[in-house]
């Protein structure tokens, strides 16, 4: 996706953020049988939108560009990481826990299967008879 430009009309195309769209019918609804004056309920709508939408363009003309590089680089460091101390570190431990597997199940095979044998040979001698 390097080099590529940012989608202008869909700018949430994975629906991230789906859960945080907020539209006045969603905050404000009047029941039956009450009813504010209709350019109250229009003129609250417009106050609305507008509210919304000029915090969130001065939220984001501030701090936009801050927080999207503050985000970018806590998203390098965390690959940086994973490339160059967390991988290889699995790595290093898969080899040597399957050395370490290898040395202690031969050590166990030595030690404890000739006296497994030796039980199972005394067992299998045992005859049970019904009378």
């Not at 390097?2 to 859960?19: C, F, I, K, M, V």
């Not at 991988?87 to 080899?95: A, G, K, V, Y």
Request: charge should be negative.
């Amino acid at each position: 996706m390097a080099g590529q430009e940012p989608d202008l009309d869909n700018r949430d195309p994975n629906d991230l953020n789906s859960h945080v769209q907020v539209m006045f019918d969603d905050v404000f609804g009047e029941p039956e049988g009450v009813k504010s004056i209709d350019c109250i309920w229009k003129n609250s709508y417009s106050c609305f939108e507008c509210g919304k939408n000029l915090c969130y363009k001065i939220m984001t003309t501030l701090c936009g560009l801050c927080i999207a590089l503050e985000w970018g680089c806590e998203f390098a460091m965390l690959t940086f990481h994973h490339v160059w101390c967390w991988t290889p570190c699995l790595r290093d431990f898969s080899i040597t826990m399957g050395c370490a597997q290898k040395f202690y199940g031969t050590c166990l095979n030595c030690c404890i299967t000739p006296c497994c044998e030796a039980f199972g040979s005394v067992f299998s001698k045992i005859k049970i008879q019904k009378s």
